[in-house]
């Protein structure tokens, strides 16, 4: 047997768009540290920023960070800018923002033209901005690289969430585009479709009752999406690119261990399993 892969990452140029605050884009943050690469972050929290370059300097690293709210274009695009300016082309991007917030859930029938264009703001137009840019600087210095989105198993269809679900649809759709597109400067884009995650927005309590609908029986830990995510960006993944990897524990499989399926209804087919 050959000598196994190295994930290819030591010393190369990675941006996390949302890579603070403890959750998700903190672990992937890490994650690439860890893996040897040098690592930029653009939050939108102060006191995030500050907490990353902490957590970075621990490891015997230093984080550039850039703080710009991906709602407003010309802050963000000057973040990634000064990025790129500062690091050079970008050879490793992770698009982590997005989300749903409190008042954005929401009926079909019910929901709102204003909470729709502001969950594909900050779930879908940010991520072709900095998909752009980054792919352009690439491309221009004719440097290979590699793009992971973050999606969500919303995109099949959950209640409530008809807005995000759909931005984060047409993330997946847009990053295969790209991916097809791209493919010939050796740029690979890829998704990453987490299911339920304990992070501080999304709470990090366990939910017995809900995790046990899921067949590994636990939501996730922002350390398994990481995980999917430097894999796809490594070397491991070169023959990869325009797929989305589910992170579910299972949960879009539908019925866990002996429950039965929603959609069996009949009372004569139940009563041989209940």
């Not at 690439?32 to 690469?37: F, I």
């Not at 300097?57 to 990025?83: N, R, S, Y």
């Not at 600087?137 to 807005?163: K, M």
Request: aromatic letters at 4%; glycine letters at 10%.
């Amino acid at each position: 047997m050959g000598d196994v892969p190295s994930l290819g990452l030591n010393e190369k140029r990675a941006l996390v768009i949302g890579g603070a605050g403890g959750g998700i884009g903190s672990a992937v943050t890490m994650s690439l540290l860890t893996a040897g690469a040098e690592v930029a972050v653009i939050t939108v929290d102060e006191k995030h920023a500050e907490e990353v370059i902490a957590e970075g300097a621990e490891h015997g690293k230093h984080i550039h960070v850039q703080v710009a709210d991906v709602t407003e274009d010309k802050a963000f695009a000057d973040a990634l800018d000064q990025v790129i300016t500062e690091s050079g082309p970008i050879e490793h991007l992770v698009n982590v923002v997005g989300g749903a917030g409190i008042t954005d859930w929401s009926r079909a029938k019910d929901y709102q033209l204003e909470t729709f264009d502001r969950i594909l703001s900050r779930n879908l137009r940010y991520a072709l901005v900095s998909c752009q840019r980054i792919a352009s600087a690439l491309i221009d210095a004719s440097q290979s690289g590699s793009i992971v989105n973050i999606s969500s198993i919303a995109t099949r269809a959950v209640p409530l969430l008809a807005g995000y679900g759909a931005a984060k649809a047409g993330l997946e759709s847009l990053s295969r585009t790209m991916a097809a597109e791209w493919g010939q400067y050796g740029i690979r884009v890829n998704v990453v479709a987490p299911g339920t995650v304990k992070t501080p927005r999304a709470g990090k309590n366990d939910l017995e009752e809900a995790s046990k609908k899921i067949p590994l029986q636990r939501r996730a830990e922002p350390e398994d999406i990481a995980d999917a995510v430097l894999f796809l960006l490594s070397e491991r993944a070169q023959y990869i690119t325009g797929q989305t990897l589910v992170v579910d524990g299972g949960a879009t499989l539908g019925a866990s261990g002996d429950s039965l399926p929603v959609f069996v209804t009949n009372p004569e087919v139940r009563k041989q399993f209940e």
